[in-house]
C-alpha cells in the first residue's frame, strides 16, 4: 500500500494550458473541443480540465509518436524467421 507522502499529484491541463502548449487562442481550443478535434475534457464547475494522461496521449496520437518502448516488442519482426533445433 502507497503512503500519502509517496504519491505524486499530477497538474490537470486547464483550457489555458492546452491553448498555449499548442500556440492557439482559447477559442480554437472551443472549436476543436466542439468538432470533435481533441478529447472531451470533464467540467468542474466553470473550468473544464483533461487529464496529464489522456492530453499526452491524444498529443501523441496526433503527431504519431509511438506510446511505449512495449509496443516496439510486440512488432513482428523481420527477416527469415530462425528454426530451433530439437534435440
Known amino acids: 500500500m502507497l503512503g500519502m507522502d509517496t504519491l505524486q499529484p499530477q497538474k490537470l491541463v486547464t483550457k489555458e494550458a492546452a491553448a498555449e502548449l499548442l500556440s492557439v487562442s482559447k477559442r480554437t481550443i472551443d472549436n476543436w473541443i466542439a468538432d470533435g478535434t481533441l478529447p472531451p475534457p470533464t467540467s468542474i464547475g466553470r473550468r473544464v480540465y483533461w487529464h496529464p494522461e489522456a492530453f499526452r496521449s491524444w498529443q501523441d496520437n496526433l503527431f504519431g ?23
Do not use: D, I, M, Y
Open 65 to 87: 509518436v509511438k506510446q511505449s518502448r512495449q509496443t516496439e516488442n510486440t512488432l513482428p519482426r523481420r527477416g527469415r524467421p530462425r528454426a530451433f533445433l530439437a534435440n
